[in-house]
């Protein structure tokens, strides 16, 4: 692909850098550890951010570079690198974009930093044992208590529940309107939360946590609530199109080095007196692998811009997270499948296999992100029918 025709050459040279960064830390040599030994790649992202490379979503005037297209870039890269060290960003990403969009100066000022400099990692608490897709379901309540609200409740398969800094939690706090209407959004600092448990997702995942939390009586300054009182719902569905792109921006970088694969194994290997990568049999699936991952890409890239230039993009964001999680399934497989019984023991395309049959269910299954996109085009159709 043609990335200079995509990007500024502002963006090329953050993503030079960036490059640059992975190559000297020997990401790639960290991932193939952690898969052996499993292990959180918290000192690496600490370096990340200590060498002025995290964030560039942020204002330039808490360190970034005002660009979700760059915050993009660095899901991009961090997926291509080192698949458990993109797992930190991502939801650390989600939370530092959110408190720069919704936070108070004192919020920001409080957080920002420490996230852009990779002191502290974030995390984004949704989802409950009762409420998966339908997250109007929750029941995680924040009573006012003096100059506190406690919080009393449990969030499951929250990624890097158990291991991050800060928490965005989303909590109700008048239940006698819809949900829509009763729920608020609450930075929580650890210590305080309670780990039921790190789930073992697919027979393991390696270098990342996945959690089941609880609250019980945590007490949360009143000053740490997230954009105003009751103001839960509208801070979630901003929230959401920003983690969706990131998280398909991510995939995107999942799936790099795995088609890479695909065409290296497909060109050494031979049967039958030549290379497998003769046999159409072979080929095409490298044709259909790279089509769908360039298809997801522009995709992803398209919805930042338009996110970047203020539309809410809830449409593209939920295309961007389809495209690429189908794209990046599609290549596991398929890698998987040229690399014949290698495939099914070896690092790292059984691992990628595993997670890309993971990636269609976070951040809204890919059910839900159908369902956004049609109910977007019948309600654009229906507008377009009354003009
Ligand atoms: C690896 C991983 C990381 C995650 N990280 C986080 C995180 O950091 N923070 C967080 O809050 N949550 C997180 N989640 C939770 C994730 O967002 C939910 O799992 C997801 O939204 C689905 O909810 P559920 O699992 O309860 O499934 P359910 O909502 O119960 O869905 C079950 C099935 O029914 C289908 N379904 C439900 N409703 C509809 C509908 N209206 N139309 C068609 N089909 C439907 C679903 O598509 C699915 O196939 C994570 C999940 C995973 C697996």
Redesign the pocket.
């Given at each position: 692909m043609e990335d200079e025709l995509l990007f500024s050459t502002e963006e090329s040279k953050y993503r030079a850098e960036l490059r640059d960064f992975l190559l000297r830390t020997d990401a790639k040599g960290v991932e193939r550890d952690i898969y052996e030994r499993d292990y959180y790649p918290r000192a690496l992202y600490k370096e990340l951010g200590e060498a002025g490379l995290l964030a560039p979503v942020l204002p330039s005037e808490y360190g970034g570079m005002g660009s979700l297209t760059c915050e993009a870039i660095l899901a991009e890269e961090l997926g291509a690198a080192c698949v458990p060290l993109a797992w930190i960003h991502s939801?650390s990403s989600y939370v530092y974009a959110t408190i720069a969009r919704f936070g108070t100066e004192e919020q920001k000022d409080r957080f920002l930093d420490a996230m852009r400099t990779g002191a502290k990692t974030g995390?984004?608490?949704?989802?409950e044992p009762e409420?998966?897709?339908?997250v109007m379901r929750i029941k995680t309540r924040a009573d006012p208590n003096g100059d506190s609200y406690v919080l009393n409740g449990e969030?499951?398969?929250?990624?890097?529940?158990s291991k991050a800094d800060i928490i965005i939690v989303w909590a109700l706090t008048n239940t006698e309107v819809e949900p829509a209407r009763g729920m608020s959004a609450y930075i929580v600092e650890q210590p305080g939360v309670i780990v039921l448990e790190d789930y073992k997702?697919l027979g393991g995942?390696p270098g990342t946590v996945?959690s089941h939390l609880k609250f019980d009586g945590l007490c949360v300054p009143k000053e740490n609530i997230l954009g105003g009182l009751n103001e839960g719902a509208r801070i979630l569905f901003a929230e959401l199109a920003i983690e969706r792109v990131l998280y398909a921006a991510m995939l995107i970088g999942e799936a790099r080095p795995i088609i890479e694969l695909a065409l290296d194994y497909s060109m050494q290997r031979e049967q039958f007196g030549t290379t497998i990568s003769r046999f159409e049999a072979v080929n095409f699936k490298v044709a259909d692998m790279v089509t769908k991952l360039e298809a997801a890409r522009l995709m992803v890239y398209h919805t930042t811009r338009l996110l970047d230039a203020g539309y809410s993009a809830e449409k593209e964001s939920a295309m961007s997270k389809l495209l690429a999680s189908e794209a990046f399934y599609e290549a596991a497989h398929n890698t998987l499948q040229i690399m014949g019984g290698r495939g099914l023991s070896e690092y790292p395309v059984e691992w990628a296999f595993r997670m890309a049959r993971?990636s269609m269910?976070?951040?809204?299954?890919?059910?839900?992100m159908r369902?956004i996109v049609q109910r977007e085009v019948y309600k654009a159709k229906a507008r377009k029918n009354k003009e």
């Open positions: 939801t995390a984004i608490a949704i989802t409420a998966g897709s339908d969030k499951r398969n929250i990624t890097n529940g997702l995942f996945n993971l269910i976070p951040a809204g299954t890919n059910e839900i369902y």
